[in-house]
């Protein structure tokens, strides 16, 4: 099946810091998604990505649809601690089939 | 509305057994699935169905089978429990890209 590889794996962050994470795969998709899953939870969408470049917010998150399609970036900015779970991307090229990362798991120390 | 539930939370089966995990959602969305999560390894699609009577087979199918019962319910079923089908199993439903997650199912087979 498709690879998706999120970066970092983990990230421990003070309450109030910026956070970057990214995602890369070794096919194009044409839709990049983004999800949180908190513990015990099922994975809640966050941003969707449906055009290469496009750069989209959802409050403090900002994501980008990377130009080569093969990667897309999340941000976090000024970090709090409901922030903290397991964020995936992922891709999908027919809206069927969606192929999922890895997963950055955040801790933020408030 | 409640979204996508699943059924039932917590299950232990023993090699050999046979169980099904039931799906529904009330969003009125065509399409439905089913994927299993795995420590490290992030989401992987096991089945999926685009409409009301159509199956198809994901990345991960094989020791499963499904059933699209109407547009609401989509359920998973194990006909001989594997330990290797130790897992947490999340069902989704979608129209176009943005899928809505269930709470999961936590199963392990002994």
């Known amino acids: 099946g498709q690879q998706l590889n999120q970066s970092p794996q983990s990230m421990f962050i003070q309450e109030g810091e910026d956070v970057s994470m990214n995602c890369t795969s070794s096919?194009?998709?044409?839709?990049w998604l983004w999800y949180k899953q908190d513990p015990g939870e099922g994975p809640v969408l966050l941003i969707a990505?449906?055009?290469?470049?496009e750069l989209t917010s959802n409050g403090r998150l900002t994501a980008q649809f990377g130009i080569t399609r093969k990667d897309s970036f999340l941000n976090i900015s000024a970090s709090i601690p409901s922030d903290v779970g397991i964020y995936f991307c992922?891709?999908?090229?027919?809206?069927?089939?969606?192929?999922f990362g890895t997963g950055t798991s955040l801790t933020v120390i408030p | 509305n409640a979204g996508v539930t699943q059924t039932p939370k917590f299950q232990v089966l023993k090699t050999g057994q046979s169980m099904t995990l039931q799906c529904a959602q009330d969003?009125?969305?065509?399409?439905m699935y089913w994927y299993r999560q795995d420590p490290g390894m992030g989401l992987r699609l096991i089945y999926y169905?685009?409409?009301?009577?159509?199956?198809d087979k994901g990345e991960v199918p094989n020791g499963y089978n499904v059933s699209r019962l109407n547009k609401r319910e989509f359920s998973l079923r194990l006909e001989s429990a594997a330990p290797s089908q130790t897992s947490v199993y999340f069902c989704?439903?979608?129209?176009?890209?943005?899928?809505?997650f269930g709470p999961g199912t936590r199963l392990t087979v002994t």
């Open positions: 989704a439903s979608s129209e176009a890209y943005e899928q809505y």
């Open positions: 096919s194009i998709f044409n839709t």
């Open positions: 992922a891709g999908s090229n027919t809206g069927n089939q969606f192929y």
């Open positions: 169905s685009a409409s009301e009577g159509t199956t």
């Open positions: 990505l449906y055009k290469a470049g």
């Open positions: 969003m009125n969305h065509n399409s």
